[in-house]
């Protein structure tokens, strides 16, 4: 294995795939820490506290690989394409354009990728627009978990414009560099540019957890979770490259004296057909009582049970139904 891997960099075009990908997921990573300009300082400091919770901010947070806690460029990070791929999806059901596009092979799907980047801004603008809102008001409450001990946090201070417009601009140019860095790492680099980004915001803070497991001396852990990281990881890989093999055998026809084909061969079909998006889907959904609770939630009465209710169960991890 350890000689499969020292004949991966001997191969030049292999290897340049490689640093390629990895200098973009390095850039990406860098500008997750290069703060929006025209925020408080102070705010993100409490931002950064408060997405160590659960809920929709540490959602956001998890996704946008820390970028958002610290409410840097990479802040919304590709959450509007995976949102807007989504929603092609849907509508290409619906729109007989859209169906006619799908239907035209690799054509109509660069049709389709070229509308999923215009849908993609359009729903980046508006997210843009209602977290400065919401967080440049104090009203981001919303967006903790069901607790009603949230603190406001009030990004700016000075009031929102000419400052807010420049924070909306800075979050939609980050959303479109993403973009086109996954679409770079797709053409020049390996793999699906867009599941490499997402991979790198998921796992960016594993290597601070195993460090501070290996800082307080817990050996027997630490190799335990390096031992589950690893197993996940084969299983993740072995799934994502299984396929199932439909047999298909041509018939055979005469022409002449010449009998042909009678060839036999299979169709593969992924096992893994959506990927991650359903897994996505579904963690937004569950994530609605939550932001629902917090718009309409009481400290006493029914609401306070609900609030309680979808505190334990859908927001802390050790519920049942979770």
Do not use: C
């Amino acid at each position: 294995m350890l000689s499969n891997l020292k004949n991966i960099f001997k191969v030049p075009d292999l290897r340049n795939k490689i640093l390629f990908t990895l200098m973009m997921v390095l850039l990406y990573r860098l500008g997750a820490h290069i703060r929006v300009p025209g925020i408080d300082d102070l705010a993100v400091r409490q931002l950064r506290e408060s997405a160590r919770e659960q809920g929709a901010l540490g959602f956001l947070n998890l996704f946008s690989g820390g970028a958002f806690s610290s409410f840097a460029i990479f802040a919304l990070g590709i959450m509007p394409y995976i949102t807007s791929s989504i929603i092609m999806q849907v509508l290409t059901v619906v729109i007989p354009k859209l169906e006619e596009w799908q239907q035209e092979g690799a054509t109509g799907q660069r049709k389709i990728t070229q509308w999923t980047r215009y849908v993609a801004m359009a729903i980046a603008l508006l997210q843009a627009a209602g977290l400065t809102f919401i967080f440049g008001q104090g009203r981001g409450s919303a967006f903790f978990t069901a607790s009603r001990n949230a603190p406001d946090i009030v990004l700016l201070p000075d009031g929102m414009w000419p400052r807010g417009l420049l924070v909306i601009l800075s979050l939609v140019a980050g959303t479109a560099l993403l973009m086109w860095m996954g679409e770079l790492i797709s053409q020049r680099g390996i793999g699906n540019g867009m599941s490499i980004l997402i991979f790198a915001s998921v796992v960016s803070s594993l290597p601070f957890s195993y460090y501070s497991i290996l800082q307080s001396k817990k050996w027997v852990v630490f190799g335990i979770l390096i031992a589950i990281s690893i197993g996940i990881l084969i299983a993740v890989v072995r799934v994502e490259l299984g396929q199932r093999r439909i047999p298909v055998q041509f018939a055979k026809r005469v022409v002449g004296r010449r009998q042909y084909g009678g060839q036999s061969t299979y169709i593969p079909l992924k096992v893994n057909q959506a990927g991650i998006v359903p897994i996505i889907f579904a963690s937004s959904v569950m994530l609605l009582p939550v932001l629902l609770t917090n718009i309409i939630g009481s400290d006493t009465g029914w609401r306070r049970t609900v609030t309680v209710w979808v505190d334990r169960n859908l927001v802390s991890s050790q519920g049942l139904l979770y």
